[in-house]
């Protein structure tokens, strides 16, 4: 599948990895550099593991975690969450998310995606 840009999230696109599995989607997620994904939810629980550059992510109380290679991070579904490119080349992570996932192969487009106010 090609990449997808994600509407609202500035020099952000996704690449569907693996959605051929009933319950489980894998994508590629890429920030570009000074990108960001803004504080949103899903429908479903993710897990995240960080392959490239840095970033700091958002939480709904505000606070920031700065995040590197080799980070694991785990959300539940409709958990507020969102990340700031930090670094300098972007920043990439993998995302295993349940349920039907964050992105509709068949229409090639997010789906489960809720920007937060701001």
């Known amino acids: 599948m090609s990449a997808i840009r994600v509407p609202g999230c500035p020099g952000t696109s996704i690449r569907e990895l693996l959605s051929m599995h ?21 429908d479903c629980a993710a897990t995240m593991i ?3 550059g840095s970033a700091r992510k958002l939480t709904a109380d505000g606070s920031t975690q700065p995040v590197k290679p080799g980070d694991v991070l785990a959300k539940a579904a409709k958990e507020p969450h969102g990340f700031d490119d930090v670094g300098e080349g972007g920043f990439t ?13 068949s229409l090639h487009e997010v789906t489960n995606f809720q920007l937060m106010p701001s």
């Open 93 to 105: 992570f993998i995302s295993l998310s349940d349920g039907r996932g964050i992105v509709d192969p």
């Open 50 to 52: 960080v392959t490239r």
């Open 22 to 42: 009933p319950g489980l989607q894998i994508l590629e997620v890429t920030v570009e550099s000074g990108g960001r994904i803004p504080l949103h939810l899903h």
